[in-house]
């Protein structure tokens, strides 16, 4: 029993490097959308938008810019370093606890200019109606739109209108783009993470997803939990200033915090270690999580960040986080490692090692 438990250990490390090598064949393969009609799952923001993305969009359309694919593009003009975001807004209700479609639209693009190093300055707005939608839901929904513009100290300077026949939006779709001016020299983006660097979360994870999927009123569930929504860029400003070791940032919407997280390691060619007991997760969260059979990590925010920091100043950056309203349960939740490339594991709280890898639908769809 005793040679067999000394030759176990090497048989199981190798089973299980063939399996990683496998895993990264067939990531390494030229992404092709095999489904011959569109599917809830390529809006999910895991594996099959990921594919879609890069089969479709990314092969007709590439360019330097667009290959980056981070949430807002950089782009030189004149003098000047802006950031250009756009993203649409379909969620469903369209008013929930915490929010409506109004703020979320304006939040989502503000974040989407913030952790990109940018100062959000301008945004545009297009609505698609429903034809019979009421006036006053509209009114209600513009009005948020301009609360949470104040808040976060930008203008709405363009915009348009469409309207669609009765059964044609499922109420009132929203899109919004985004300009704000790049003023730090240094280059965030998903791809400059290193071996060493800490990985950090500016709060408790999944309170958007859950609540909008309990506000459907499907399930038999209750839970005391709010959306998160909420702009950031002013918690981004102090945490770049405190440390200017940040490398990458990203929002955790669709896909939530396990997406954002392949992201990195796949850009960076690196490995990304997570303590699932270090991951803030709210009680109402996880227990409504449990009953749903999903994980919070994949559960979308609307309010929260992940940051890539060089470790020295990991405590400086969670310092600068935990001083602002919205980071004050900021945590250091992971490392990223040279080991694996590619991967993102889960140290679980049961004392095993799992793969978190990206979804091919969404559990939880229309949520943003």
Not at 31 to 48: D, N, Q, W, Y
Not at 157 to 166: A, E, F, I, L
Not at 284 to 312: F, K, N, Q
Request: hydrophobic share 45%.
């Amino acid at each position: 029993m005793a040679q067999h438990a000394d030759h176990a250990g090497p048989e199981r490390g190798d089973r299980e490097q063939q399996v990683l090598d496998r895993i990264d064949r067939a990531r390494r393969r030229k992404p092709k959308v095999r489904e011959e009609r569109i599917t809830l799952a390529h809006g999910s923001g895991g594996k099959a938008t990921q594919t879609l993305v890069e089969a479709v969009f990314l092969e007709n359309l590439r360019n330097p810019v667009l290959e980056q694919l981070e949430d807002g593009a950089e782009l030189a003009v004149g003098n000047a370093r802006l950031a250009f975001t756009t993203d649409s807004f379909v969620v469903s209700p369209l008013f929930f606890p915490g929010g409506d479609i109004g703020d979320l639209a304006v939040n989502g693009t503000v974040n989407d200019l913030a952790v990109s190093g940018a100062r959000p300055l301008f945004l545009s707005a297009g609505f698609i109606i429903e034809e019979g939608f009421p006036v006053a839901d509209l009114t209600r929904i513009v009005t948020s739109m301009s609360e949470a513009a104040e808040a976060a100290g930008v203008r709405v300077v363009t915009g348009d209108t469409k309207v669609v026949q009765k059964g044609g939006a499922d109420g009132c779709y929203v899109n919004t783009s985004g300009v704000g001016v790049i003023e730090r020299r240094t280059r965030l983006g998903v791809e400059t993470a290193r071996p060493g660097d800490a990985v950090l979360v500016s709060g408790p994870v999944g309170d958007h997803g859950i609540t909008v999927m309990l506000a459907r009123g499907e399930l038999d569930i209750e839970a005391d939990v709010a959306s998160d929504t909420a702009p950031v860029h002013e918690m981004v400003a102090d945490l770049l200033r405190a440390a200017p070791g940040v490398r990458a940032l990203r929002d955790a919407t669709r896909g939530g915090v396990a997406t954002v997280l392949n992201e990195i390691a796949r850009a960076s060619e690196v490995s990304v270690v997570v303590d699932e007991g270090a991951v803030p997760v709210r009680t109402e969260v996880r227990g409504a999580s449990e009953l749903l059979g999903i994980d919070p990590l994949y559960v979308a925010c609307e309010g929260r960040i992940v940051v890539v920091v060089d470790a020295a100043q990991a405590d400086a950056a969670l310092r600068a986080m935990r001083a602002h309203p919205l980071g004050a349960d900021a945590a250091n939740i992971g490392h990223v490692v040279a080991d694996a490339p590619g991967m993102v594991l889960l140290n679980t709280a049961f004392g095993g090692t799992r793969i978190v890898d990206l979804l091919v639908g969404d559990p939880l769809p229309r949520i943003c």
